[in-house]
């Protein structure tokens, strides 16, 4: 009995399979390069109630970050400003700028304005504001320039990845304790002479000659000094 169907219809189940791998394969990797943090949250720019411009309060007025996020230092949890703060210097300030009105509307009603949150760790990890701002790490580092920043957005992906490799490799982003919410300090503006009397050096080195340090270099002393030695582990920041 000849075959009903034609002999290359054979191979048909096999390029089918073959296919259907590559698909999965092209779309695992597809997910696993795309649907992460750095993708999905990273430019992210909400709507706020009131259009809080961090380039004018910051860079133009000078503000310190610990004016309107005062728990960074002491808390683990940072905060957003309460209306009173806000209150300090628009009273007599911009007190008639249409959009103050939340805030003022929020002083009078005793209920806090609604600020969509950008940053909000989840509740399975575990971090610690305080213990970072005050072993050299920078707002900068983990908000970006917000000082440049109309309309503050999410800058860096904040996911397991992009943390780890600040714990694997602190030097790269450790800084001197004083310009720790100086968002536009830049390694260049350390002066050798004045860092090693403060903060020491490597043992075999000598950066008092240099002109210039590197962060490599800054990184590697602060680590040393102050015994920088962050968690690696799953227990350091899922407990």
């Known amino acids: 009995m000849a075959n009903f169907f034609p002999r290359w219809t054979n191979w048909i189940p096999i390029k089918v399979i073959v296919c259907v791998i590559v698909i999965a394969c092209a779309l695992t990797g597809a997910t696993w ?23 004018i309060h910051v860079t133009q007025l000078g503000m310190d970050c610990r004016y309107c996020h005062s728990f960074v230092e002491v808390a683990a949890q940072s905060n957003v400003p309460n209306t009173a703060t806000c209150m ?6 911009a007190k008639d700028n249409p959009k103050l009105q939340p805030v003022q509307e929020s002083w009078k009603s005793g209920q806090p304005v609604e600020w969509v949150w950008l940053y909000r760790t989840v509740d399975y990890v575990y971090y610690n504001h305080s213990a970072h701002v005050n072993r050299g790490i920078s707002c900068f580092s983990c908000h970006g320039a917000v000082n440049h920043m109309s309309v503050v957005h999410i800058a860096q992906p904040h996911s397991m ?36 009397a403060k903060y020491g050096q490597p043992t ?27 968690p690696t582990n799953c227990q350091g920041c899922h407990r």
């Open 33 to 55: 390069y795309y649907a992460t943090p750095k993708y999905t949250k990273v430019g992210y720019q909400p709507i706020q109630p009131v259009p809080f411009p961090h380039d």
């Open 88 to 93: 300090n210097c628009h009273t007599q300030v």
């Open 161 to 196: 990845a992009w943390c780890l490799d600040c714990h694997r490799h602190p030097e790269n982003y450790l800084r001197p304790d004083d310009q720790v919410f100086n968002l536009d300090w830049k390694p260049e503006d350390v002066k050798p002479a004045e860092f090693v």
């Open 204 to 230: 075999g080195e000598d950066f008092s000659k240099k002109k210039q340090l590197t962060q490599s270099e800054i990184g590697q002393t602060l680590k040393e000094r102050w015994k920088v030695t962050p």
